[in-house]
């Protein structure tokens, strides 16, 4: 039977790596653990901002998505626990925990989703040819410069209300407070008010990009590629993470894989500890958009050179995601190298599926969408058809976020600040869209033709509370970045 820990707070708190009493803790964990390999018993560790019912009801939500059969009865039996009461009963959780686990796949589940990278270029659609990049090292400082602004503008117009677009519908929690302050359709930042969050990302106090996920990840790209160069592995990313990421810097998905790598051993992790334990134990958020928002920077060291791009991509989210979280970062990483030698919206999210699996659940999404998209005039008429083909999935799911996304750049017809907008009014994880979308759309105009009045308020600064990068300018950022794609792209 599992056990769920109460040690996970000590484990949330702090740098693993720098837990005095750490490696008494993971030889524990790791007998638990491996007894838990032999006979499914042993300990259940969990990231610490969940509990096991949740955690449960998660995996009941991804199994079905997944395909798999679930029987009515243990529905029933998940519906009769208390949300609140049985937050924390080992016994009947860990029981119904197990049911889940061993449920079938049903046959007749229509999508080929492979993990590995040879598997996922297998079952690849014909891909589009590209025009080879023949920009100068001036040309593409501008576009990094761009693509690192756009990036910062989209996450500081869309950290506000974060929260508020969460949940089905609440897009129009977002235009009604728009409406009512008399900022619709949005041009601007918001308004601080207790409404909304994030004071230093609103209007009026605004003065740089404040530390977040979305740049952070971004950042550790750059550190990924200046430490490790073209040949990273996933492990290199983990070791990374494991010295740079304190534990409540992570979320979801990113959080619960990077605690099963430390409590194995980190860096000294037995093989026997397969990545697939890694990235799937106790992690329902394994197609969560977690990965999607880690692809930047892998477009932009591959500029011009998608495939390339998406293999960086799937390095970098194979230890922690599966599927169509992996996917989504394979996609996104695509179009942004892209980006560098095609400006037609469209054609970007051809060129993205052309490196992913053709049969997945992510292309079949944005395939439709790409046929329903010209049926409406904007955004806020196209979230009517999200609302209703995505009603049930989680707002921070790899897949409806991908396809709002792609709406987004096309209504907002790649003008960087229309595309963000467009992006955060949609909802859903309003942050991470709106950085997604401005990155894109940053490289295509280059920080010279930028434009727009979300940029300048910005002062070209990050400050991301995240090792080195205390406080630093976009523009030293744009730098680095030209370097790390010479050294990408050197002897090719």
Known sequence: MHIFSRYHHLYCTSNLKKCKRQSRFRRKFRTR?????????????????????????????????????????????????DPE???????????????LEACRRDPAFPFEEPNG??????????????????????????KFHGAWLGRSVGCALGKPVECMGMGGERWKDIRALLKSTGDWPLRDYFRFSDKVGCRQSCRGFIEYMESDDDIRYTLMGLLIIEKHGRDFTWRDVAWLWENQFPMAQLCTAECQAALNYNLCGGRQNKPAWDIDRIRCFNNPYREWIGAQIRADFFGWACAGNPELAAEFAWRDASWTHVKNGIYGEMFMAAVEAAAFVESDPVRLVEIGLGEIPRNCRLAAALRKALAEIPKHDGMESFMAYMDDEFGTMSSVHTINNAVLCAAALIYGKMNPDACVCEAVTGGLD???????????????????????????????????????????????????????????????
């Open 117 to 142: 990278l040879d598997e996922i270029r297998a079952c690849r659609p014909e891909r589009r040819k590209l025009p080879e990049l023949r920009l100068s090292d001036d040309e593409l400082l501008d």
């Open 430 to 492: 309003t942050d991470c869209n709106g950085a997604t979308v401005g990155a894109i759309a940053g490289i295509v105009a280059g920080r010279r033709y930028f434009g727009g009045t979300l940029a300048a308020r910005l002062n070209d600064t990050i400050k991301a509370e995240f090792g080195e990068f205390r406080c630093v300018a976009m523009a030293s950022l744009a730098e680095r970045t030209l370097q790390a794609y010479k050294s990408v792209n050197a002897n090719r």
């Open 85 to 99: 009461k049985d937050a924390w009963n080992e016994a009947a959780i860990a029981g119904l925990y197990a049911k």
């Open 33 to 81: 653990l491996g007894n838990h390999e032999k006979n499914r018993g042993g300990i259940m560790l969990i990231s610490g901002y969940t509990s096991p019912w949740d955690l449960l009801r998660e995996e009941l939500n991804q199994r079905k998505e997944e395909g798999f059969l679930i029987p009515a009865e243990l529905t029933t039996e998940f519906d009769g626990l």
